[in-house]
């Protein structure tokens, strides 16, 4: 109800590598690269390269840097050892709102690229499954034939282009690219001039990662928030006056729910999820198996309300900060709906440590099972707060959370004979 990075490239001969890494290295000491002007800093500008060191950035998933890349003459440079599985390096801080600005050099044939919006976790294990990519890529001397998606300056596997607006310099020479990305509106530029530009998460944006590359790759680009990345995909490539400007992020308040049928969200597994009467139903159904119902986007900092009346057993939750790993399963931690005497609005870890906090034995009959109750969740940095018709259950913080992004989630838990029906959904961004 929402609306490959494939190439296969051949291997440099040893010595054509070193023959690229010395060539791109000769010409980047050029004079005053990797320092910002005094009107730069004004107004906000960063640097994520100091020319002479790898401060600041890591392996993909890692905590420090192992990767094939190094410094050379004020450039940072892959020696062009990484492959589709690695070569991938991080900056250590996230970024959200942004303008982000780069030189790039490439050995002839080379290919690379800049992502952003990343999301490290053990369950990816590549970067491009998550997080958007300005595709950088020698298409003169390319080896293979491109698809348009995979060609220079593309959303890869998602927007292209405007061709006829690109001047490239040829290769061997610097190019600057840009990537704007604010609230949603993104922007690629090339050399000066803007080439391409969209809006994420619009039904145009989700029909397209539904319909090609990303069709099994569920949380492709869905991140607000995430480290930038640089790829080593096999070529040397060099990189100087890497910097950012942040912009401010946007609260607003989303639909998630309206009232006539399921737009806005993705089912997986096999138990029921239905409107009827403008109420939102979850019900078993003949495998009587976990089943969920989950956001298309990620909502991370957010005040959600929403009612809840368990028509049979009642046992259910809300996910908050979760993904989908793989098949029917979420990922996360959910805010607990169950029946008297287990813990409605207590948190629970889906992986790993299970009950984080539990409700205290006297507020469980605040529930009132067959009726209608409202479920008020408050997600702020490490801290969640759940309330229970007006009644605060827990106030719980925690850093582990406080470092997840991720989809709200309603859950049915399996063994049968659940039905839970929903409505009024109300949802702040903070």
Partial sequence: MCRMKSVSVKKLTSGFAAFCVMTLGTS???????????????????????????????????????????????CIQAKGDGSDASGYIVTEKQFENF?????????????????????????????????????????????EPLEEWQKLGVDYAMYLPNKSLMTVHPQGEWNNSKITFDNGHVEHWLNGVK?????????????????????????????????????????????????????????????????????????????????????????NGADKNYGYL??????????F?????????????????????????????????????????????????????????EKEEILTEGDWNTLRIKVQGDNVTTWLNGEEMVNFNDAKIGTGQGRIALQIHDGGGTKVAWRNFVLHTL
């Fill in 28 to 74: 980047c000491s050029e004079a005053k690269q990797n320092t910002l002007t005094a009107e730069e800093s004004a107004s906000g500008w960063q640097l994520l390269f100091d020319g002479k060191t790898l401060s600041g950035w890591r392996d993909y998933n890692g905590t420090v840097l192992t990767q094939p890349w190094h410094v050379v003459d004020g």
């Fill in 99 to 143: 303008e982000l600005s780069w030189d790039w050099k490439l050995s002839k044939g080379g290919n690379s690229g800049m992502l952003y919006h990343v999301v490290e976790r053990p369950q990816f294990a590549v970067p491009y499954v998550t997080g958007p990519e300005y595709q950088l890529i020698d298409e003169e001397n390319f080896l």
């Fill in 195 to 283: 080439i391409l530009e969209f809006e994420a998460w619009t039904n145009d944006w989700f029909d397209r990662k539904n319909s090609g590359k990303w069709t099994n790759a569920p949380e492709y680009g869905l991140a607000k928030k995430g480290v930038l990345c640089l790829q080593d995909h096999g070529y040397p490539a060099s990189f100087r006056n890497i910097k950012i400007k942040e912009l401010p992020r946007k609260n607003r308040e989303a639909v998630l729910f309206n009232g006539v049928d399921l737009t806005g969200w993705e089912a997986y597994g096999t138990e029921l999820w239905y409107v009827k009467d403008g109420l939102l139903y979850c019900e």
């Fill in 294 to 303: 989950a956001t298309c986007e990620y909502y991370d900092d957010f005040d």
């Fill in 305 to 361: 309300s929403l009612e809840f009346k368990q028509e049979a057993d009642g046992n259910s939750g809300v996910f908050i900060r979760s993904f989908i790993e793989e098949g029917v399963k979420v990922n996360g931690w959910q805010v607990e709906v169950a029946p008297n005497g287990h813990d409605t609005g207590g948190i629970y870890e889906s992986y790993g440590r299970g009950w984080l906090i539990q409700i205290p034995d």
